[in-house]
C-alpha cells in the first residue's frame, strides 16, 4: 500500500505555470507507474498524464500535450506535474494516483492523494 499527498495548487493568471508535487510513502516507489487526474466542478475525474515506474514512458491526455510535463524522482519517492500555460479550462482539483498494475494507455489509479486545487483566472 502507498499513501500519496499532493502539493502546490494554487491561483494563477492564465498563461502561467505551476509546478504540483506528490510525496508517495509506504512502499517500493519504484514499483508504481504514477498519474496525474483532475475533476472541474460539475464534471468526473479525468485523466491527465502518467509515467511508467523508471520515468522513461509517458502518455498524457490531448488537451495537455506540450504543456504539461510528468516526471518522477525515485530517490525521493517523488513525482511531478509542470503545468506551464495554463489556461481557465485546467481550473480543478488535481489528483496524484499510484497502480502497479495499470497499463500507461489506459491508466487508472489504485491509490489517491487528497488531491490540490488549482485555478486558472482569466
Known amino acids: 500500500q502507498v499513501q500519496l499527498v499532493e502539493s502546490g495548487g494554487g491561483l494563477v493568471q492564465a498563461g502561467g505555470s505551476l509546478r504540483l508535487s506528490c510525496a508517495a510513502s509506504g512502499s517500493i516507489f519504484s514499483s508504481y507507474k504514477m498519474g496525474w487526474f483532475r475533476q472541474a466542478p460539475g464534471k468526473e475525474r479525468e485523466f491527465v498524464a502518467a509515467i511508467s515506474r523508471s520515468g522513461i514512458s509517458t502518455v498524457y491526455t490531448d488537451s495537455v500535450k506540450g504543456r504539461f510535463t510528468i516526471s518522477r524522482e525515485n530517490a525521493k519517492n517523488m513525482v511531478y506535474l509542470q503545468m506551464n500555460s495554463l489556461q481557465p479550462e485546467d481550473t480543478a482539483a488535481y489528483y496524484c494516483?499510484?497502480?502497479?498494475?495499470?497499463?500507461?494507455?489506459?491508466?487508472?489509479?489504485?491509490?489517491w492523494g487528497q488531491g490540490t486545487q488549482v485555478t486558472v483566472s482569466s
Open positions: 494516483a499510484a497502480s502497479q498494475f495499470a497499463s500507461l494507455g489506459s491508466y487508472s489509479g489504485e491509490y
